[in-house]
């Protein structure tokens, strides 16, 4: 018996969903690692997040984790490209202290480039 996917296009599926598992679709944009107050060097693009179509930017993994730093090669391979992204829904970043206030997806399995048309269908 095959499972039933959980979509997530836009903030709502994500407070949804919150804590299930989820492929969600939308634009793969690389970011530096967001940092409290006024930063004054520019920092390198080495995080990411899914831009929904609604505009909502849902974070690649809890920012203190490890696995939040993305490696560069699906960095150059995804930035700026239409993806689909296997893992867990939260609508607010589990964190063990002080941290953004934003949802994300953890426990990433996969990360995969997809068409306009596959990103219509589903």
């Known amino acids: 018996m095959q499972q039933e996917r959980n979509f997530v296009r836009t903030k709502e599926d994500v407070n949804r969903l919150d804590g ?35 505009g909502t930017r849902v974070y690649l993994e809890a920012l203190d984790s490890r696995r939040s730093r993305r490696p560069q090669a699906e960095l150059d391979q995804f930035n700026g490209r239409q993806v689909y992204v296997a893992g867990t829904a939260h609508k607010q970043m589990p964190a063990r202290g002080a941290g953004l206030i934003a949802p994300c997806l953890s426990e990433i399995s996969e990360i995969r480039e997809i068409g306009p048309e596959e990103a219509n269908n589903q």
């Open 20 to 54: 299930r598992s989820v492929v969600a679709i939308g634009r793969y944009e690389a970011i530096p690692k967001p940092m409290k107050g006024k930063v004054t060097k520019e920092l390198p693009k080495d995080h990411a997040v899914l831009r929904l179509v609604d």
